[in-house]
C-alpha cells in the first residue's frame, strides 16, 4: 500500500509537469475503485461510467492543487462522490434513480447471485438485490454516499466525515439513519429466510 501511495505521488509530480502518460497510469490504477463507487451510489452501469470520467476529468483539472500529504485514491473519492451529489442534483427533477433498472444477476452493483446459484438462490439475491436498489433510493444523497462508504467501501466514519466534509458525528449520524431505513426496507427479506 506504502509502496503504490509513493508511486502515485510520482506519477501525480510527472503529470503536474505535463507528462499524459503519468496521468492516464493513475486513471488506470484507479478507475476500477471510482467505478465500483459510483456504481454503487448510482446504480446504473452508464451513469456510473459518467462520474468516473467526470471525475477524472476534474482529478486532471484540480492537480496542481492536490496535497502531496493526502492519499491520491482518497482524494479521487472525495472528488467521485462530490461529482455523485452534482450528478443527484442534476437528475433531481428526472425519474427516480432506480426505476427503470433491470435486475442485474451477475453484475450487479452489489455483487450478489454466484455464478453457479440454484434457482431458488438466484430468485433469493435478484429479490435482495432489487430490494437494496429501493432502498438506496429512498436514502438522501449524503445517506446513500455514507452508507456505501461504510458498508461496500468498509471506510471508516472518520474517513466517510472527510470524504463528505462532515464532522463525526454527523457522518455516524448518516450513516445510522442510512442503516435504520435500509433495515426496514430488507427486514421482509430477514424474516422469510429465518
Same mark, same amino acid.
Given at each position: ?5 509513493e508511486s502515485d505521488l510520482a506519477a501525480v509530480c510527472r503529470a503536474r509537469n505535463g507528462d499524459a502518460d503519468a496521468f492516464r497510469t493513475l486513471v488506470e490504477r484507479h478507475s476500477r475503485s471510482v467505478f465500483r463507487l459510483t456504481y454503487r451510489m448510482t446504480g446504473n452501469e452508464q451513469d456510473a461510467e459518467d462520474l468516473v470520467q467526470e471525475t477524472f476529468i476534474k482529478a486532471f483539472r484540480?492537480?496542481?492543487? @492536490?496535497?502531496? %500529504?493526502?492519499?491520491? &485514491?482518497?482524494?479521487?473519492?472525495? *472528488? ?5 451529489? !452534482? ?59 455514507? @452508507?456505501?462508504? %461504510?458498508?461496500?467501501? &468498509?471506510?471508516?466514519?472518520?474517513? *466517510? ?5 462532515? !464532522? ?27
Amino acid at each position: 500500500m506504502v509502496a503504490m501511495e509513493e508511486s502515485d505521488l510520482a506519477a501525480v509530480c510527472r503529470a503536474r509537469n505535463g507528462d499524459a502518460d503519468a496521468f492516464r497510469t493513475l486513471v488506470e490504477r484507479h478507475s476500477r475503485s471510482v467505478f465500483r463507487l459510483t456504481y454503487r451510489m448510482t446504480g446504473n452501469e452508464q451513469d456510473a461510467e459518467d462520474l468516473v470520467q467526470e471525475t477524472f476529468i476534474k482529478a486532471f483539472r484540480k492537480l496542481k492543487g @492536490f496535497e502531496e %500529504r493526502a492519499r491520491f &485514491g482518497s482524494w479521487l473519492h472525495r *472528488i467521485a462522490v462530490n461529482c455523485f451529489f !452534482d450528478w443527484k442534483r442534476r437528475h433531481r427533477t428526472h425519474e427516480q434513480l432506480d426505476e427503470n433498472i433491470e435486475p442485474r444477476v451477475q453484475t450487479g452493483a452489489f455483487g450478489f447471485a454466484g455464478h453457479k446459484s440454484n434457482p431458488d438462490q438466484l430468485l433469493l439475491s435478484m429479490e435482495l438485490q432489487q430490494r437494496l436498489e429501493a432502498g438506496l433510493s429512498e436514502l438522501s444523497t449524503q445517506e446513500r454516499a455514507a @452508507f456505501v462508504l %461504510r458498508h461496500f467501501e &468498509g471506510m471508516s466514519i472518520e474517513e *466517510i466525515g472527510r470524504l463528505l466534509d462532515l !464532522d463525526i458525528s454527523a457522518a455516524k449520524h448518516s450513516v445510522f439513519r442510512a442503516v435504520k431505513k435500509m433495515r426496514r426496507v430488507l427486514s421482509p427479506m430477514v424474516s422469510q429466510t429465518e
